[in-house]
């Protein structure tokens, strides 16, 4: 909704055009008949409880609209260990005939459990177990199941070279043959993995909107415009996102390439020796760089001393997935030094106290969007509008006069 304690002077027009734009999706029009395709529940993995309950305060609020006086779409489950390491899963309402949403964190590493007498942070491995744990709980009594994974488990083994694993498609397999109707990711390392389960639905979402609605909130001045602003690619694995950024909003998009040594291995992969440049220049502007995932952050601070090199002037990184596996002290130092000049993710995984309390990381809500997707398919209604955040994009940048 249109908040008038955001910056900037929007006309009466600016204020009614965002106002329909927010409203072309106002949750309530999918509870107009008050019942989906069957009841609809909510289950929470060890580690998805956060997301799980901020997509399940949206659901509530369209359906209380409505008049269905409903306090909570969740049905409480858990996941126990023995002491051995054994573990089960156990739902405790019945779910006979509901159409179940599991939300799982695969990448929630903050999760502990006891094994003997240690004490363990679940991996991957560890949720997407408790994950097929708490389906097999259902026991096939389910109208429908679809799970929404935003980090989607295995994908960044997603190719195989020479004798590899292929996780991620190996588990989407599995999961469909689990009686799995539906996935919900988010900005999928390699989206080309859903072509191991051509008969199962599987959305692959991107939070642009989000995104962008972000930074317009947490930069004060900023305005995208050609002369004024770049978008930069962080490699060519990126450059279908970043191109994204750049067509809708009208301004141009440089590219990095990694030139890697293909003789040397080092912790598991090629190292990256240059990052070469490839566009017009960056001097003066304002640069935005987008990717899926920031794990231990070096590409991204390697190209933002580069283009600082370049003369560039503010520099804002974002990640899907801003995990930080090295920690933070880096970014630390590359924001006092000017360097970069804000980090924005989501909260689609696990997100450190300590990165929650840094001035130059900006968090990016997309619960609201996840719940647009649960009522939608609950409803059996078209997600294509969802998806497809072009007008709403538009509609932002008319209200802020970029367009």
């Not at 978008?231 to 590219?255: C, F, H, K, Q, T």
């Amino acid at each position: 909704m249109y908040d008038p304690a955001l910056p900037g002077q929007e006309s009466k027009k600016e204020q009614e055009l965002f106002l329909v734009m927010e409203q072309q999706h106002s949750g309530t029009e999918f509870f107009i008949d008050g019942n989906g395709v069957a009841d609809l529940g909510l289950i929470a993995t060890p580690g998805a409880h956060e997301l799980t309950a901020l997509i399940d305060s949206h659901l509530v609020r369209w359906a209380n609209r409505k008049g269905l006086n409903k306090e909570t779409f969740i049905i409480p489950s858990e996941c126990p260990r023995f002491s051995s390491g054994d573990g089960k899963g156990v739902i405790k309402n019945t779910v006979r005939g509901d159409d179940l949403y599991f939300v799982v964190d695969v990448g929630n590493y903050s999760c502990k459990y006891r094994l003997f007498s240690s004490e363990n942070s679940m991996s991957p491995d560890d949720h997407y177990q408790d994950l097929k744990r708490l389906i097999q709980a259902a026991s096939g009594k389910a109208h429908r199941i679809t799970v929404i994974m935003p980090l989607l488990y295995g994908s960044r083994q997603h190719r195989r070279t020479y004798r590899e694993s292929l996780d991620c498609a190996y588990a989407l397999q599995e999961l469909q043959s689990m009686g799995v109707a539906n996935i919900i990711t988010f900005d999928a390392h390699d989206p080309r993995v859903s072509n191991a389960v051509p008969l199962m639905g599987m959305d692959n979402v991107m939070p642009t909107y989000q995104v962008m609605k972000a930074m317009f909130k947490h930069i004060p001045d900023f305005k995208p415009t050609p002369d004024s602003f770049m978008v930069i690619s962080p490699d060519e694995g990126a450059i279908n996102r970043n191109m994204y950024y750049a067509s809708v909003l009208g301004v141009n998009l440089g590219m990095f390439y990694k030139r890697r040594d293909y003789s040397r291995v080092v912790n598991g992969r090629n190292p990256i020796v240059a990052h070469e440049y490839l566009g017009e220049s960056v001097e003066g502007k304002d640069v935005f760089i987008a990717d899926d995932i920031i794990s231990s952050g070096e590409s991204m601070l390697d190209i933002g001393y580069e283009l600082k090199k370049r003369g560039a002037k503010r520099i804002f990184c974002n990640a899907t997935y801003a995990i930080f596996t090295a920690g933070l002290a880096e970014f630390d130092k590359a924001y006092e030094n000017g360097i970069i000049s804000g980090v924005f993710g989501t909260n689609l995984t696990y997100r450190t106290p300590e990165l929650l309390s840094r001035e130059w990381f900006h968090e990016v809500d997309v619960s609201k969007y996840i719940a647009y997707f649960v009522a939608a398919i609950n409803h059996d209604m078209s997600v294509s509008s969802i998806i497809d955040p072009h007008a709403k994009i538009e509609a932002l940048l008319q209200r802020y006069g970029v367009k």
